[in-house]
Every structure is written in C-alpha cells, then in structure tokens.
C-alpha cells in the first residue's frame, strides 16, 4: 500500500513517518538514501502496522542545510520561519548567529532571533547586541522560557518553524513550554520508536496544532556555509545588499582590490566594519576547493 507522509524524525538512516492517515510508521529508504530531512513530505510504501519505506520526497518549498569541508547535512525540509535560539548565558556566540541568519536568507526562510532567558540580568548587554539585528529587519523576541513564552506562538501558527541555536541556550525549555507537558513531546515519536532515546540527537518534528509544527534541532557548534557560492554572498546580508554589482571586479573577495564598494562603504562608516570582516572570512571559507 502507498501512502504520503512527512517525515517527524530523522535519526541518520532511519526515519520516523506520519502517513496521511494519521499513523506513524519508522522507516527505511530505499537505495540506502539519505537526503532526506524532517520536514519532507514524502511517498511511501507500506510494509506493516509499524514500518514503511521512503521512496521519493515531493517538492520542497525550503530546504535548509549546512555543511562543512566534508560532507552536507540536512537540517529540515519546508520550512517557513527559523528561530533562532539565543541568551545571555551561556556565552552566546554572535558568528554561529550571523551565519544561521546567512543560512535563512540562502534557504528563502525567513529568520527570527529569540532572546530567551529575558528574566536573567544579564540579557541587558546583550539585549544592545541584538538591536544591530533587530534593525536589519529580523525581528526579536524576548521570551523566557521558565516564565513566560507567550510570544511566540502567535508567530509560529500556521507555519513550519524551527529552533535553532546552541546548546544551553533553553531550545528544549522553549518546546516544553510550547507543548505543555513532556508527555506531548514524546507521545506521538513512541509510538513508532521503541524508546525514544534517540530524541536529542537528531532533528524531531512536534505537531502544535492548528496546522502548526515545530522542528527542533541538535544543539549546533558550528554552522558550515561551504553550500553556498562566494559571489551570492552579498546578497544574503541586508545591510551590504545594496552593494551587490558596485564592486570593480565581479568575483571581488572585499579585501584589497582597487574598486571595492564594501571596503570603501565600511571605511566611510556607511556599514559596520565588523559585518565586513565576517562577510570577508565567509568568502575565504568558500574560496577553499571543497574536497
Ligand atoms: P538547550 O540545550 O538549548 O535545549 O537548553 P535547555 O533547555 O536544556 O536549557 C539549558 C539551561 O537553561 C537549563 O538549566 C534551563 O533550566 C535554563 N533555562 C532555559 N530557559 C531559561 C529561562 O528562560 N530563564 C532561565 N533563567 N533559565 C533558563
Ligand atoms: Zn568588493
């Protein structure tokens, strides 16, 4: 029998599936596949009440990834709205930021930064950091998690929407909250998995309701951009987009040549040096042949 299904949970090879009849089923793929990712919709054939097998994935409206010299990975499929996760404490770290907001903006999902842990003093100082993003357009959200998240469901309803950010930073706080309760977190996965102990490890996708979904991802470290190509670098920042085609030179690394509208806008002042020095060390990384 074949089904369509989407994807609620990936976990290297294996998958978790919820058909379109509402049952969920852990699946293979065919051909030892694996370019598939939580969020897709897919076809798939069922082998008994427990498990089915992925054959083809239908379109994707987004499709986020990050990869590094070595090898891609999916994070999520169809995805419309990325959040990202941050807060004071731990240290956050502003580049794995900068880069997810690049990674949004080359996926065609719009990006939302969260400060989480608004309770804490500390969110003062970087509260001021986040205006810098805030005035680039992606909007952010105060919220904690232990208190009070009620913000973010109105942004969320009716979307694919994922968290993402470094460990610590409360993402597993923030969906408890979401779902009310931890039975709802694991409620629907077990029923396909036998004991749901994978959970952390791997991208997992909760059903909110009202056609709304969460994807919550691993803790990240680091967030590779090999995917995406120097020249269309530009482009994916805000605050430098206007400079896309002023350079002399079309494959312009931003660094010494004659003609640079970026280096000659961020030594007027026009635009933040800092934002400068990230765009020129994205555009080394990409100009390392991939192996
Ligand atoms: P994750 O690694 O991003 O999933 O982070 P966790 O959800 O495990 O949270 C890390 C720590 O931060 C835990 O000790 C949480 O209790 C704490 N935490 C999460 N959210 C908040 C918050 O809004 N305020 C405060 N004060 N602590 C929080
Ligand atoms: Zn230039």
Redesign the pocket.
């Known amino acids: 029998m074949s089904d369509t299904a989407r994807i609620i949970a990936s976990y290297g090879r294996r998958y978790t599936v919820r058909a379109d009849s509402g049952r969920v089923y852990d699946a293979t793929t065919r051909k030892k596949r694996v370019d598939y990712a939580c969020g897709d919709f897919v076809h798939i054939e069922v082998q008994n009440e427990e498990q089915a097998v992925i054959s083809d994935f239908l379109p994707r409206r987004s499709l986020l990834y990050r990869q590094d010299a070595w090898r891609t990975k999916l994070i999520a499929a169809n995805v419309d709205r990325m959040f990202v ?1 941050t807060a004071a404490v731990p240290t956050p770290n502003e580049t794995l930021l900068q880069r997810a907001l690049l990674a949004a903006e080359a996926g065609g999902i719009e990006a939302l930064v969260v400060l ?2 608004s ?2 003093p500390e969110s003062a100082a970087w509260r001021d950091k986040l205006a810098f993003y805030a005035a680039l357009g992606y909007p952010v959200i105060e919220v ?4 009070n998240a009620a913000a973010l469901p109105p942004l969320m309803a009716g979307r694919t929407n994922i968290f993402l ?1 470094q ?8 969906t408890n909250a979401l779902l009310g309760s931890d039975a709802a977190r694991t409620g629907d996965i077990s029923a396909a998995l036998d004991s749901g102990r994978h959970t952390t490890t791997h991208a997992q996708m909760y059903d909110l309701g009202g056609d709304t979904f969460l994807i919550d991802s691993p ?1 990240l470290q680091e967030f590779g951009l090999h995917h995406l190509a120097a020249a269309d670098l530009l482009r994916y920042f805000p605050d430098l987009r206007h400079l896309v085609g002023q350079c002399r030179f079309h494959n312009c690394t931003h660094r010494q040549e004659p003609g640079c509208a970026v280096k000659q806008a961020a030594d007027s002042g026009a635009v933040s040096p800092d934002r400068v020095a990230f765009l020129q060390r994205v555009t080394d990384e990409l100009s390392v042949p991939r192996r």
Not at 168 to 174: D, E, F, H, I, N
């Open positions: 996760v989480n842990k309770d804490l904690s998690a232990l208190e950010g460990s610590g930073m409360g993402k597993s706080t923030l803790g």
